[in-house]
Structure formats: structure tokens, C-alpha cells
């Protein structure tokens, strides 16, 4: 396969993968939060702890921006920040109790709409889905 077609392919895949997470994530979050503050915590949720930095990265936000939302969640209780116990200048955020909550309500919404887009998928489909998973995991998108 030409590389510019794979490279179109995967422009293609990418703009679909984001309108059906949109589509998934639409009115999952509480109203408490931003959709930045939200983006922050399932990116928490699925790879805590990370650092700031980790989330400044990968959320493509200033590290200004970055502090000043973790601030804004950890005064609503969503998060903690713990130290990294060889380097007191490290710092770790993980999801609190609290945030442990929202995010599961947000993702059991989110799982329910999921269900629901594959509910007429036959076992082959469903393990076909599965293994490109994977596969784009392993291969694409791996760190």
C-alpha cells in the first residue's frame, strides 16, 4: 500500500474516531466541570498517576493553563496531588474518591451508548473490532 494513502486513511480514521467519541462523550460529564476539566480527569482516570507535564502533553495545553485547571479540580475535591517519594519536586495527580465517582457515572454513560452502537454486532464482528484494537494499540498508538 502507497504511504500517502495510508496517511489519507488514517486522516480519515482519526476525524471519524473523534466524531464518534464526541458523539460518546456528548452530556456525560456533570455541569460542574469544563469540557478542558473533563478531558483532564479521563485522561487521569485511564493512566493515573501521571504528572503535570503528562497532561500538559498530551492534552496540548500550556503548563499555566495546565496548573491552573488541576487547581480548579482539586478545589472541587476531583483529584490529589502526591508527592513522589524519592523526589519531593515531583508531583503525581490522581483521581480523589469524588473524582472517582464522576468519572465512573461519566463512563458507564459513555459504555451504555457504546452497547448500544454495536448491539447489532455478530460475535465475529465484536472480535474483528477487538483484535484492531489491538492492533492499532500495539502499533499506532503505542507510547
Known amino acids: 500500500m502507497d ?7 488514517l ?4 476525524t471519524s474516531v473523534h ?8 452530556n456525560a460529564k456533570p455541569n460542574s466541570i ?8 479521563e485522561f487521569i482516570a ?5 504528572t503535570p507535564s503528562e497532561i500538559n502533553d498530551c492534552q496540548n495545553m500550556s503548563m499555566s ?11 472541587k475535591k476531583l483529584i490529589e496531588k502526591i508527592s513522589d517519594s524519592q523526589d519531593r519536586r515531583k508531583h503525581y495527580i490522581r483521581l480523589s474518591e469524588e473524582g472517582e465517582v464522576v468519572m ?19 460475535k465475529e464482528n465484536l472480535e474483528e473490532i477487538e ?13
Open 34 to 41: 469544563s469540557q478542558v476539566q473533563y478531558n483532564i480527569l
Open 65 to 75: 493553563n495546565t496548573s491552573r485547571e488541576l487547581s480548579k479540580l482539586a478545589d
Open 104 to 122: 465512573n457515572e461519566a463512563f458507564a454513560t459513555i459504555e451504555t451508548r457504546f452497547q448500544n452502537r454495536i448491539q447489532n454486532a455478530s
Open 11 to 14: 486522516v480519515s480514521f482519526t
Open 131 to 143: 483484535r484492531a484494537i489491538d492492533i492499532l494499540q500495539e502499533k499506532l498508538f503505542h507510547p
Open 19 to 26: 466524531r464518534v467519541t464526541n458523539e460518546l462523550t456528548k
Open 46 to 50: 485511564v493512566s493515573q498517576p501521571v
Open 3 to 9: 504511504k500517502k494513502e495510508l496517511f489519507n486513511k
